[in-house]
Nanobody, 115 residues
């Protein structure tokens, strides 16, 4: 059973930084990609960033230049460094992993940015 465990959310003032971490366990296969999604109240879940096993990454436009995703393939972990946070970044952030044809989700961690 694949499990994703997130940590690192919290409350921060605008302009501040937070680092989210996610550890995957229980997979017998390579994790193709890992990423972060977020869901704000009343909005749909959206992709924030993802990183392939090769190390290449993609970001949604609103976080480019502020967020950095990184991955440790040996440890099956992914991190999201979030700098210059804005109130509109407030959301529940979910870790995501794609293994073969399956997609797995973490339980979510709250990020709140005050103005």
């Amino acid at each position: 059973q694949v499990q994703l465990v997130e940590s690192g959310g919290g409350l921060v003032q605008a302009g501040g930084s937070l680092r989210l971490s996610c550890a995957a366990s229980g997979s017998a296969f390579e994790i193709r990609s890992m990423g972060w999604y977020r869901q704000a109240p009343g909005k749909q879940r959206e992709l924030v960033a993802y990183i392939r096993s090769s190390g290449t990454a993609d970001y949604t436009d609103s976080v480019k230049g502020r967020f950095t995703i990184s991955r440790d393939n040996a440890k099956n972990t992914v991190a999201l460094q979030m700098n210059n946070l804005k109130p509109e970044d407030t959301a529940v952030y979910y870790c995501n992993a794609r293994i073969l044809i399956n997609t797995y989700w973490g339980q979510g961690t709250q990020v709140t940015v005050s103005s």
